[in-house]
């Protein structure tokens, strides 16, 4: 049938593509609890009649709370299919932002997870009045709130129509709202992306007209449902392709989880391919000179290897010989550490460096990059494995135009933009032309095969005080590369030249100092131990030579410790908050331009 919402999107998959494993999830050390399609189905009904029996109807806000888990879809599915619109929230947030979102969007209930989060609302429940129910997935001490498990049962004894009845799902409205996403706020206030039912469904369809699921996959489901990239493609996708979706316990348990579930399918943001990449060169690195040399030895051929298939020409002989020895004593030992039945990796929400993705690309773990927005629903773009270009994020997927302005800044045109911001008719103008035509923000360029270039944000380009553009992104994910940096912040902007944050990879940086005999051990000792220093220079002088004299980085800090969530370093989907790291590192970056400096731009 023709999908036009999604609780016809639901509907339609359990009945056309019914599969035992609809939605699985693990409690403690213990097997994978599935739940059948039907199951499914029956629960989102019994809840969704809960739900109406509280009051929610069309057009109410009904905010969850919650990290990634089964009940955080039975939630949202449920709300939908009273005509509600989903207001997804992170559960790392603080009280004070969590507030602003509720004040801001006027949700009627609310879903909370554990007793952590019903700790926060219950600090600003007096602040949001619009708020009438409480919902709880696990016990929590909150006066007056409700046990999902009480909501679903009211409902389900309230039940007149069989859950498999057509009639209960597939009304509604396809050019209704369906979800006020808000977004990270790397500056200032989120604003909430207004996603209609239409811009979810046009994506989940368009994408699958590009890349082909089977009944026989599964997904290993871990990012913050929060964010539209999990939403959309480890949710919605997964649930329309037919794929059973097995719930991680943690991001922490990821890699007991994948040895359990063996997924054949996984979504993630860059940052936990670069730790898998990193901490098997880590552990090859301790295991001594045999196991090192072989696994550095494998990962060059890997990407030769990849770099053939891709770039041409096709693989030589003695590099496929090369190849089938390192698969047999490499690159198995690292699928089956994802599984050993991953068949796809999507990499969305920022850059993934391109030496990373060819390693995986030869070890047999194709990792497909994408890029999209919060605004997009979120897919605008994506490698395939029959169309892939290094460096790319791919060619824009079926009814999506993107053209470059004038000033380099990337616009898109298709079903899955935006209806606009929530309440915010001054910021949609800002993004969003009389001709359907949205503004990234990021820069970039289109090849002339169509394949789609990220260079950077618009925002975020660094203007020296000599006047130079530089964008920094590029010189980040260089530094971020090396085995010694976990994290790095170019600085510059109105500044007479460059310089950089860096945070060391510690672990790595303490091998270092073990093995030369260092005598710190201390992550503060470390970064201000001379021949520390030394080796940090080394690496920022090795990406100075490719750089203008403009573009080099004069100087840099090394930092004690990494950015983090919790000090409002990082958006949720762990991207650098430019303006906090400023704010937080003000004086060792003031430090970094001494009144007495004359290194001009030339």
């Not at 135009?401 to 606009?420: F, N, S, T, W, Y």
Request: proline share 6%; aromatic share 8%; charged share 20%.
């Amino acid at each position: 049938m023709s999908v036009g919402t999604i609780p016809a999107l639901l509907w339609s998959a359990v009945t056309e593509r019914p599969r035992p494993d609809c939605l699985a999830y693990r409690e403690g050390d213990g097997p994978y609890v599935r739940l059948s399609s039907d199951r499914v189905l029956e629960r989102v009904r019994d809840l969704s009649l809960g739900l109406r029996a509280l009051g929610v109807g069309p057009g109410d806000r009904v905010a969850i709370l919650s990290e990634n888990r089964y009940e955080w879809a039975l939630a949202d599915l449920a709300a939908l299919a009273c005509g509600a619109v989903t207001v997804p929230i992170y559960a790392t947030l603080l009280a004070p932002a969590i507030q602003y979102i509720l004040a801001d969007c006027g949700p009627v209930a609310i879903f909370l997870s554990t007793p952590e989060q019903a700790a926060k609302f219950a600090t600003i429940r007096g602040n949001l009045p619009t708020i009438r129910h409480a919902i709880a997935f696990d016990a929590v001490e909150l006066p007056g709130a409700l046990p999902l498990a009480r909501v679903e049962e009211s409902g389900g004894a309230a039940a007149t129509v069989p859950a498999a009845d057509p009639a209960y799902w597939t009304g509604g409205d396809t050019n209704g709202i369906c979800s006020i996403i808000y977004t990270s706020g790397t500056t200032g206030n989120p604003k909430g992306v207004v996603l209609t039912h239409r811009n979810f469904v046009s994506n989940i369809v368009n994408v699958a007209k590009v890349i082909e699921f089977y009944p026989t996959d599964s997904c290993l489901s871990f990012l913050p449902l929060s964010h539209v990239l999990e939403r959309m493609a480890g949710y919605y996708s997964m649930l329309h392709f037919g794929v059973g979706i097995y719930y991680a316990r943690r991001f922490d348990t990821i890699a007991e989880d994948l040895a359990v579930a063996r997924p054949t399918i996984m979504i993630s943001v860059p940052r936990l391919y670069e730790k898998i990449h990193g901490g098997a060169a880590t552990t090859a690195t301790a295991a001594g000179f045999p196991k090192r040399q072989i696994f550095f030895w494998a990962r060059r051929v890997a990407i030769r290897k990849a770099e053939a298939d891709v770039d041409g020409p096709r693989a030589s002989l003695g590099l496929r010989l090369s190849h089938a020895v390192a698969d047999r004593l490499v690159y198995s030992k690292l699928r089956a550490k994802l599984g050993g039945r991953i068949r796809i990796m999507v990499s969305g929400g920022a850059p993934l460096n391109a030496r990373v993705i060819k390693f995986f690309h030869g070890a047999g773990a194709l990792i497909l990059e994408g890029y999209g927005l919060t605004e997009t629903s979120p897919v605008l773009s994506a490698n395939l494995a029959s169309a892939m270009r290094f460096g790319s994020v791919g060619k824009p997927i079926p009814e999506t135009e993107i053209r470059i302005a004038g000033d380099g800044e990337i616009l898109c045109r298709g079903p899955q933009v935006m209806k606009g911001y929530y309440r915010n008719d001054a910021a949609t103008a800002e993004v969003l032309d009389a001709d359907g035509w949205l503004a990234t923000g990021d820069i970039g360029h289109v090849d002339a095969d169509g394949y789609v270039f990220i260079t950077d944000r618009k925002k975020e380009l660094i203007v020296t005080s000599g006047g130079k553009n530089i964008a920094p992104q590029p010189m980040e994910g260089s530094l971020a590369a090396d085995k010694y940096i976990a994290q790095a912040v170019v600085i510059g902007d109105r500044r007479p030249y460059l310089s950089a944050l860096i945070v060391p990879d510690f672990a790595n940086l303490k091998r270092y100092a073990e093995t030369r005999e260092l005598g710190v051990d201390t992550q503060a000792g470390l970064v201000q131990h001379p021949r520390v220093q030394r080796l940090y220079q080394r690496i920022i002088d090795s990406l100075n030579e490719h750089q203008p004299s403009f573009g080099q980085i004069k100087r840099f800090t090394l930092l004690p410790r990494e950015f983090t969530l919790a000090d409002g370093e990082l958006t949720p989907t762990l991207k650098v908050k430019r303006f906090e790291i400023g704010r937080a590192y003000k004086a060792a970056i003031d430090a970094m331009y001494p009144v007495e400096a004359h290194h001009e731009d030339e």
